[in-house]
Nanobody, 113 residues
Framework: QVQLVESGGGLVQPGGSLRLSCADS????????MGWYRQTPGKQRELVAS???????NYADTVSGRFTISRDNAKNTMYLQMNDLKPEDTAVYYC???????WGQGTQVTVSS
């Protein structure tokens, strides 16, 4: 059974915005550190942002000031608000549950004119 499901990806123009969601059907979401990663073909998967169970956040330098990670424990959902998107943000974005060591299937984000 799939535990993590990402949504919200798509095609957007440079400077635009997208909001990604990660729905976690597991029972340990509230105590889990969660993270967003991204990957392009042939490249290493990289951390975009993470958020602890108490709400402490961490961001990659490349997205700081533009992206915001958040979570709604009542909904078992994590979000990534992406603003001022750039072509170099194009990637498959993955949701990660650190506590259960699980990954979502990924959602494609394409930033192009």
């Amino acid at each position: 059974q799939v535990q993590l499901v990402e949504s919200g990806g798509g095609l957007v123009q440079p400077g635009g915005s997208l909001r990604l969601s990660c729905a976690d059907s597991g029972r340990a979401f509230r105590i889990s550190t969660m993270g967003w990663y991204r990957q392009t073909p042939g490249k290493q998967r990289e951390l975009v942002a993470s958020i602890t169970s108490s709400g402490s956040t961490n961001y990659a330098d490349t997205v700081s000031g533009r992206f915001t990670i958040s979570r709604d424990n009542a909904k078992n959902t994590m979000y990534l608000q992406m603003n001022d998107l750039k072509p170099e943000d194009t990637a498959v974005y993955y949701c990660r549950n650190y506590y259960n060591d699980l990954w979502g299937q990924g959602t494609q984000v394409t930033v192009s004119s």
